[in-house]
């Protein structure tokens, strides 16, 4: 058997054609008159025995997990079964032709595709063909509903039917499971074929991986795994691209770092003296705000003196126009008394002038009226008495007047004055103010820009430290490029 098995080991024979199974049909005494003994089942219910037989055997595979994920379906059950059908009527004609080899071959390659183990392809073919010698034989001996007497000749007819039915079953086995079989063995030589290829390609990486990038490839390697070896060069190729990449950046990157360390070092030398320069503005920023803050007091200070003095001339003001009102009160007093003093004056001369009469008249009397003229006499003195003093009186209102007019033309000039001084000092009041206000805003300013410098001179030490950290990365940078120029060299790129 196992010479006739090496005979079917390929589906295809070496000229690509459909190998012949008439070696296989003579090992197994299938000539023509066992085929047209195979051919007598055809013409029999042939169908209802199929039928019967591939119902048992699809039920066994439903109870079979291994191979009911194969049929997941009715459809896919009922598509099988009919060419199930077909493969067995083509198998009971007898006719063991090209297109019988095509379709068996077929059948053993889609269970090598589907991985389909051959002990359920075996077993299958058991299954169903107990049910068809059992159908064989029943219909044979039985006849309606009883056992008929079966001579020695239909006994050994009916040998030589089983006979041929079980022969042509097995043909057809070794046919599926022969391509199966022959199908592993192609992928086996293909799979160490590949193996010993891949070995090959397998050491290549490990050359190029220790630095040898002008290893290739075997022509026969290349043959007997194309897509690895495909792999390969795309690889090798990538890694050369790479390389030259790398080399250019890593060069690129060196040049860079050094001139970003340069610049860096000269950032950071300028932030140095930045921070010089930002340490002493924040001073100055500090003594202008403590400045402004002290000019700011004082303007508040003279605001307030500028109020004061507002106040006390608006006082001033009122008390120099209660001192014309006094005034004028005065002048006119003065007035009553010029006519008072004048009306005593004017008495007096009357008085005297009635006391000079009665001392006439007296005279004239005699002794009789001397008493009288003592009388007249004092009274004339007393009225020249009261001239003078009248006259005094006048001389002193008179001199009072004049002082009281000279002292309401003083009153008026120091009102004029005071008026003027009123209006200097509101616009001075209304200036201090706006000085004031101003200054306000110059320290909030002020202290603003103190606080901004503060954060400033915090800002550019900062600053500072990442330049450092920047400097000190950058020749970091530098020496790994220069590592990775050197890694280059050691993989030929130099």
């Known amino acids: 058997m196992e010479a006739h098995r090496m005979e079917h080991i390929s589906p295809l024979g070496g000229d690509g054609e459909l190998p012949s199974i008439s070696n296989s049909l003579a090992f197994l005494g299938i000539d023509d008159h066992q085929r047209h003994v195979l051919s007598e089942i055809k013409s029999s219910p042939i169908h209802n025995i199929l039928n019967d037989s591939l119902k048992i055997f699809y039920e066994r595979i439903r109870e079979t997990p291994e191979l009911s994920e194969f049929f997941k379906t009715e459809e896919v059950v009922e598509k099988a079964s009919q060419r199930q059908k077909e493969h067995w009527g083509q198998l009971f004609s007898g006719e063991f ?6 379709n068996v071959t077929k059948i053993g390659e889609t269970h090598a595709r589907i991985g389909l183990d051959p002990q359920w392809y075996i077993a299958g073919y058991a299954v169903i063909l107990e049910r068809i010698i059992q159908d064989v034989i029943s219909n044979s001996i039985v006849r309606g509903t009883k056992p008929q007497k079966v001579s020695p000749q239909q006994m050994a007819h009916l040998g030589e039917l089983i006979g041929v039915v079980v022969k042509a079953a097995c043909l057809d086995m070794d046919m599926a499971i022969s391509t199966y079989l022959n199908i592993l063995k192609q992928e086996r030589e293909k799979a160490a074929k590949e193996n010993d290829a891949l070995i090959v390609i397998s050491e ?14 075997n022509p026969s390697v290349i043959e007997r795994s194309p897509v690895l070896a495909n792999s390969f060069k795309r690889l090798k190729e990538r890694v050369q691209d790479m390389a030259e990449e790398i080399k ?3 060069s690129l990157v060196g040049t860079s ?3 970003i360390s340069d610049g860096v070092a000269k950032a950071e030398e300028r932030a140095q003296d930045q921070v010089s320069a930002i340490s002493e503005i924040t001073e100055l920023t500090r003594v202008l705000k403590n400045s402004i803050s002290g000019v700011a007091k004082q303007t508040e200070a003279a605001e307030d003196a500028v109020r004061s003095c507002l106040k006390a001339t608006m006082e001033g003001n009122a008390n120099v126009t209660k001192a014309q009102s006094s005034m004028e009160q005065i002048e006119t007093i003065w007035k009553v008394i010029h006519d008072l003093v004048g009306a005593i004056d004017g008495i007096a001369t009357q008085t005297n002038l009635l006391a000079l009469n009665a001392s006439v ?3 004239r009397v005699g002794d009789e009226g001397g008493g009288f003229a003592v009388i007249a006499g004092e009274i004339r003195t007393l009225a020249n008495t009261t001239k003078n003093t009248a006259e005094q009186i006048s001389e002193k209102t008179r001199l009072s007047k004049d002082l009281v007019l000279a002292a309401s033309v003083s009153v008026s000039s120091t009102a004029e004055l005071l008026a003027k001084i009123k209006d200097g000092v509101s616009l001075v009041e209304v200036a201090v103010t706006n000085i004031n206000s101003e200054m306000n805003k110059q320290t909030s300013s002020a202290e603003s820009t103190h606080h901004e410098a503060i954060k400033l001179q ?5 600053s500072v430290q990442l330049a450092g950290l920047m400097r000190k990365s950058s020749r970091d940078l530098m020496g790994r490029s220069q590592a990775m120029q050197i890694l280059l060299k050691e993989f030929g790129f130099a």
């Open 257 to 259: 770092s050094e001139t």
């Open 248 to 250: 250019g950046a890593s």
């Open 458 to 462: 915090k800002t550019t030490q900062e």
């Open 204 to 217: 290549a990486i490990d050359r190029m991986a220790e630095g040898d990038m002008t290893v290739t490839l």
């Open 97 to 102: 032709d090209e297109h019988y080899v095509k």
């Open 361 to 363: 008249e007296a005279a």
